[in-house]
């Protein structure tokens, strides 16, 4: 019994980052049909934020801000920068321009920052641990869990409830149709990518929290994840990419948990060809995007 | 002729360079030039599945992986064996092989794998395929990296027989780009790239797209694991991290350069990305220009890779070779070529009487009813006319017929054959062929290719297929323009490639969706007369969708009339152009109406 909530509440954070990076992407994904391969070095960039604000003795709340907000800054000006002469360009193009620029910025990390390892230590409290009867529940994963339902309601109520967020999701199905009914595109798309940053932003301090350092490939790793979550869950569906993250990150956890010793080193493939024998069930992915394409 | 001309100038290409680099260079020029060969032979390997599905892979460095391993452990030396990898399982171990003895061994392994990944792989496309083929490549690497006994884990692997001769890998690379010319010429390569550019039409020519996909994967993942093997005898020490994602990423970069599209393009983008990585190397160590000294740059080569990528993909989208092959250009003269040397096909016998008959389909999307219970019969030897205001459910008819939607209720029958659990793209296997509303062309392929493909795709030989489409170009008026790229024709010749492709498959029923729309008057009597005339000669049904009353009314022996999903009307075209109900639905209500429906048509 203890054991298994252990591991459940470490599934629940695991999958809530790869949930959140996934629906970063998808977000993204949806409105401008872009696979952004350099989605884990903004996340990264939030990592380097929060070490640049600790260095500096900021108090926490502030480093949490800086770290968050540096990552929207970087999705921002991606899509500035490189990706807003793409417009209208083929997915695989897009693609490869993602990919381009993350090779790009990880070399830049390497130069300008460090290539190794930089250290964050956030308040003892962070890694501290508490009883409810006979179990003993680490601070952190529950911060995460808390912080990641509460990004993902957030989210949730913002493209439900507000204008931009309806049109948003109307972007998701049918971007040409909403610019013809005059909405600007722009904005839509410069407000998928500040989400997409807004949700790195947070997995990196729940990231770096647990990890205490940075380093220049930290974001490529837990985004590998996601990608394979987005697909997983069905590309372009944002409830799927929840739902995909969510199950990769449970299906890693128990794996670690319970695989033999001998079979442990190969987890990540074991979780991987799940995954694929999960989509050659469901091709489309467990909770596939509406298509609105004509003959 | 042409084609092999074309295969010969990418090998022309690749030999100069070689040969310019060993005599300018020496012995660091012949160094560069060995690896150049080796990544020729990878990257044309990756554009076997890449430039004919247009998918991108990432896994392609998982087929490396396994080639270099693999070859290097058969062709190890057994006593270095004995000492580098003590816990070798037994069947691996001390065979001690030369390395063309090993490639056989490792093609058949690389085979085997792409077989099992591509039953998944190759039902996804785009995206979808890019970010599994990434997932392959994490699979293979953790794998690599955990299996200790076997590759010695994340240290290096060493004792691999080296390979220095420059000639041997240059003649693997000129076979990787024989075969890769060979299948992208071939049937299986033409499917490939018909279904890259349109999957609807392709499905509906008969072609399955997932075989069409898995083909170009096993081929591919097969020569990759190969080039893997030679890329692993040329570095002789090794670790899992020479094969991922920096080392793809490299790859993918010479492909895009080039052209993924072309072999010629891969070969052109490896030796200019080749070239560029060489220069760049020597400035990574920091130098100075005019008195001012730069520091040394980590990583110096990746961003100008990436710098590279991003200039072609912004200036030239196609790559440094685009679309087309190296070597002879497209002529459009190609037809009048063919029909001096042979035969032309015999006409098509007319096609024997049939009838297609829908009884009671309907479908509705989301609580709209877009086809109500629709009966109707198309019988062969007649045009059958189909109208009705927009929205009134004509193309969704069509979609029900050839199975691109599932029917609510209802059935559509060929003489015996029940369409109803048919597989869309066995619809043509019955003899129904298709057009669609919005032009739906193969368009990185020639107006000749587009009709090649579907004389392919109906079982023919090349010979009888190239005949085929030589007689379909030119009874369409299409013969002087056939070695166009489809996509650059102008807007009447598509449409009428689109019906030519059709009939090149020689079908007993043709459901023709709006072939008149966005014509000119001239045009559009010139479509008549030439249907009218396929009609007569070959006997086909034809159900005919137009929106122009006066075309149907020319063509049409009977018409139906549909709005709203129901169906309104049935008969001549002078009973439909009396009826009321079609007169309020088509036209509405009011004098001028009733004039313009009831006046006689002249045409």
């Not at chain 2, 293979?140 to 060493?158: D, M």
């Not at chain 2, 037809?335 to 098509?348: D, G, I, T």
Request: hydrophobic fraction near 50%; charge should be positive.
């Amino acid at each position: 019994m203890d054991i298994w909530l252990q591991q459940f509440i470490n599934a629940l954070s695991l999958g809530g980052i790869y949930a959140m990076l996934a629906l970063g992407l998808a977000i993204v994904f949806s409105i401008a049909r872009l696979i952004n391969f350099a989605h884990g070095e903004i996340m990264t960039f939030g990592g380097y934020g929060i070490f640049l604000s600790m260095a500096l003795d900021f108090p926490i709340l502030v480093t949490l801000t800086v770290g968050i907000a540096a990552a929207v800054v970087m999705a921002l000006m991606m899509e500035r920068v490189a990706f807003r002469a793409m417009r209208g360009a083929s997915i695989i193009s897009l693609l490869i321009t993602s990919l381009a620029v993350s090779e790009i910025l990880k070399v830049l990390f390497q130069n300008f920052i460090s290539p190794r390892p930089v250290p964050i230590s956030f308040p003892s409290l962070w890694s501290g641990s508490y009883q409810i009867g006979e179990m003993t529940i680490g601070v952190a994963p529950t911060v995460s869990i808390i912080v990641t339902i509460s990004a993902l309601g957030g989210l949730t109520f913002f493209l439900r409830h507000t204008a931009t967020g309806m049109s948003m999701r109307a972007a998701a199905e049918d971007f040409e149709m909403l610019r013809l009914l005059g909405v600007r595109a722009n904005r839509i798309i410069a407000v998928s990518f500040a989400l997409s940053g807004l949700l790195a932003g947070i997995a990196a301090v729940i990231w770096t929290a647990q990890r205490g350092s940075v380093d220049p490939m930290m974001g490529t790793f837990p985004v590998l994840k996601a990608f394979i979550a987005t697909v997983l869950g069905g590309l372009g569906s944002l409830n799927g990419a929840v739902l995909g993250g969510f199950v990769v990150g449970i299906l890693e956890v128990l794996a670690q948990a319970f695989l033999l010793d001998s079979l442990a080193p190969y987890r990540d493939a074991i979780v991987l060809s799940i995954v694929i024998i999960l989509l050659l069930i469901r091709p489309d992915g467990l909770l596939p995007a509406r298509d609105g394409t004509r003959s | 002729m042409a084609n092999r001309l074309r295969s010969a100038t990418t090998v022309g290409v690749l030999l100069v360079s070689v040969l310019a680099l060993t005599l300018l260079f020496g012995n660091t020029g012949e160094r560069i030039a060995l690896q150049m060969c080796v990544n020729v032979a990878a990257v044309v390997a990756l554009a076997v599945y890449c430039g004919n599905t247009g998918n991108v892979s990432f896994g392609h460095g998982a087929f490396m992986t396994i080639g270099a391993y693999l070859s290097g452990i058969l062709t190890m030396p057994t006593a270095l064996q004995g000492s580098a990898l003590p816990q070798l399982p037994k069947f691996l171990a001390g065979h001690e092989l030369t390395v063309l003895v090993a490639l056989p061994f490792v093609a058949t392994a690389g085979l085997g794998v792409a077989i099992l990944t591509g039953f998944a792989i190759a039902r996804l496309k785009e995206a979808s395929a890019a970010i599994a083929t990434l997932g392959l490549l994490i699979i293979v690497h953790s794998i690599a990296v955990s299996a200790r006994e076997i590759t010695r884990g994340s240290q290096t692997f060493y004792g691999v027989p080296r390979i220095t001769d420059t000639l041997f890998v240059l003649s693997a690379a000129v076979i990787f780009i024989l075969i890769a010319r060979a299948y992208r010429e071939s049937r299986w390569g033409f499917f490939a790239r018909a279904v890259r550019d349109d999957e609807d039409a392709a499905t509906a020519l008969g072609i399955v797209p997932f075989r069409a996909r898995f083909i170009a994967w096993c081929l591919s993942g097969a020569m990759a694991t190969v080039a893997g093997a030679l890329q692993g005898h040329v570095l002789g020490a090794f670790s899992p991290a020479s094969f991922y994602l920096s080392l793809v990423f490299a790859q993918i970069v010479m492909m895009i350069v080039g052209g993924m599209s072309s072999v010629g393009g891969a070969v052109v983008g490896v030796i200019a990305v080749t070239m560029l990585q060489n220069s760049v190397r020597n400035l990574e160590g920091g130098f100075s220009v005019a008195g001012f000294v730069l520091p040394e740059v980590f990583g110096l080569t990746t961003v100008a890779l990436g710098l590279a990528i991003l200039l072609i993909i912004w200036l030239r989208p196609q790559g440094i070779v685009g679309m087309f092959e190296l070597g002879p250009e497209a002529d459009s003269g190609v037809l009048r070529k063919f029909s001096r040397r042979s035969e032309p096909a015999s006409n098509s016998a007319p096609v024997g009487d049939e009838q297609l008959v829908v009884s009671g389909l309907s479908k509705s999307f989301a609580g709209v009813t877009a086809v109500n219970d629709i009966s109707l019969s198309v019988p062969t030897g007649q045009i059958t006319g189909l109208i009705g205001p927009n929205g009134a459910g004509k193309s969704t008819l069509i979609n029900l017929m050839t199975r691109q939607y599932n029917a609510d209720a209802g059935r559509t029958h060929m003489g015996m054959a029940d369409f109803t659990h048919l597989p869309r793209h066995a619809v043509i296997r019955r003899g129904v062929a298709r057009s669609f509303q919005n032009l739906r062309l193969f368009h990185g392929l020639t107006a000749f290719e587009n009709v090649l493909v579907a004389a392919f795709a109906t079982g023919h030989t090349r010979r009888t297929a190239e005949a085929i489409a030589l007689r379909e170009l030119t009874a369409f008026d299409l013969a002087d323009i056939a070695g166009m790229q489809a996509e650059k024709l102008p807007y009447g010749a598509r449409k009428r490639l689109e019906i030519t492709r059709a009939l090149a498959q020689d079908p007993t029923m043709l459901l023709l969706d709006e072939p008149a729309a966005g014509m000119n008057p001239a045009e559009t009597e010139d479509l008549a007369s030439r249907l009218d005339a396929v009609g007569r000669n070959r006997n086909i049904g034809i159900l005919l969708i137009d929106h122009d009353l006066r075309f149907v009314n020319r063509l049409a022996d009977r018409i139906v009339v549909m709005n709203r999903g129901h169906k309104i009307a049935e008969g001549t075209p002078k009973e439909v152009r009396t009826n009321a109900h079609v007169i309020e639905a088509y036209i509405g209500w009011g004098r001028t109406a009733q004039t313009a429906i009831s006046k006689p048509i002249t045409v």
